[in-house]
T-cell receptor, first 113, second 121 residues
Framework: QQQVKQSPQSLIVQKGGISIINCAYENTAFDYFPWYQQFPGKGPALLIAIRPDVSEKKEGRFTISFNKSAKQFSLHIMDSQPGDSATYFCAASGYNQGGKLIFGQGTELSVKP | GAVVSQHPSRVICKSGTSVKIECRSLDFQATTMFWYRQFPKQSLMLMATSNEGSKATYEQGVEKDKFLINHASLTLSTLTVTSAHPEDSSFYIC?????????????????FGPGTRLTVL
């Protein structure tokens, strides 16, 4: 019940295309859903995060879509660029879990020029 | 955003020695810090959670006597890998969170350090 399942494991997108990464969770106590971007040899960087009271949040080219009833959320990267090539992790945490994040398995995104 | 630093970024040591890794929050109070371990092409594995002034809480399967964590101030946590062996070689990453209400960053927001690559020969 603590798992967050992320797909796909890897993704290849052409420059200018839309990258879509999906995550699903079971624990209905989760109330915070961040996405992190990680480049090789670096720590994860917070991209964008959402709470269950909204269905969508947009920051620049990055959008989170959230479906509470389906217990799913996704990251959309519009106008994907080669510089977006990185590993993306979704995560979830609940109010009563002391901030502990449960991470998805990661998606390796490659944007081809 | 907020900044979390780690030191050193890379360390190579001989088997049997101890290695200390520092994690600092530079522009916010870190009431909670987390230590992760990451193997190549894998997700982050939480090792332990430390709250300022309290003993760390370790995840199942993590040896607390081997991975000593100290969180003595609101800006500094340290991870000491004692008697390191080649199997301890990994990428260690810390993260920090301000769990207080009204803090500069959101209560749930967690920022990560740049990581420390440990190689044990």
């Amino acid at each position: 019940q603590q798992q967050v399942k992320q797909s796909p494991q890897s993704l290849i997108v052409q420059k200018g295309g839309i990258s879509i990464i999906n995550c699903a969770y079971e624990n209905t106590a989760f109330d915070y859903f961040p996405w992190y971007q990680q480049f090789p040899g670096k720590g994860p960087a917070l991209l964008i995060a959402i709470r269950p009271d909204v269905s969508e949040k947009k920051e620049g080219r990055f959008t989170i879509s959230f479906n509470k009833s389906a217990k799913q959320f996704s990251l959309h990267i519009m106008d994907s660029q080669p510089g977006d090539s990185a590993t993306y992790f979704c995560a979830a945490s609940g109010y009563n879990q002391g901030g502990k994040l449960i991470f998805g398995q990661g998606t390796e995104l490659s944007v081809k020029p | 955003g907020a900044v979390v630093s780690q030191h050193p970024s890379r360390v190579i040591c001989k088997s049997g020695t101890s290695v200390k890794i520092e994690c600092r929050s530079l522009d916010f109070q870190a009431t909670t810090m987390f230590w992760y371990r990451q193997f190549p092409k894998q997700s982050l594995m939480l090792m332990a959670t430390s709250n300022e002034g309290s003993k760390a809480t370790y995840e199942q399967g993590v040896e607390k006597d081997k991975f000593l964590i100290n969180h003595a101030s609101l800006t500094l946590s340290t991870l000491t890998v004692t008697s390191a062996h080649p199997e301890d070689s990994s990428f260690y990453i810390c993260s920090a969170r301000d769990g207080t209400s009204g803090g500069r960053i959101g209560r749930d927001t967690q920022y990560f350090g740049p990581g420390t690559r440990l190689t044990v020969l």
